[in-house]
């Protein structure tokens, strides 16, 4: 049951927090398009691990990620008045980078489909 539950946490502060990067966030360092992929909150809702995949070139990446990290505390007041828990979880942003992988990949295997074709 209790992982039921965390499951629900973590889709519901994903949620959340997109919607709050998307619209209330105002930092001018954040000039890339930012995907929260991913949130797991430890079992005692203490902690939150969200996983953020930012688009952009390199240096976007990082002003973006800055900023995003600056903001956490404000990000997470203002999931704290949208969600009703005991604890909002203190939030630890981790750059995602799974995307570009997946899109290195595609790009390997279309090579080798090319040069097999040849």
């Given at each position: 049951m209790a992982k039921y539950r965390t499951g629900r946490i973590n889709e519901e502060m994903k949620k959340e927090?997109?919607?709050?990067?998307?619209?209330?966030?105002?930092?001018?360092?954040?000039?890339?398009?930012?995907?929260?992929?991913?949130?797991?909150?430890?079992?005692?809702?203490?902690?939150a691990k969200v996983?953020?995949?930012?688009?952009?070139?390199?240096?976007?990446k990082e002003e973006s990620f800055l900023g995003l990290k600056n903001s956490a505390g404000f990000i997470r007041r203002e999931v704290g008045k949208r969600i009703q828990l005991r604890y909002v979880p203190e939030l630890i942003f981790v750059m995602d980078d799974t995307i570009d992988k997946g899109m290195h990949i595609d790009e390997l295997i279309r090579k080798a489909n090319e040069q097999k074709g040849n």
């Open positions: 927090i997109s919607a709050i990067i998307m619209n209330g966030l105002k930092d001018p360092r954040i000039t890339a398009m930012i995907t929260i992929t991913d949130v797991e909150v430890t079992s005692d809702l203490r902690y996983y953020a995949s930012i688009f952009g070139t390199e240096q976007q």
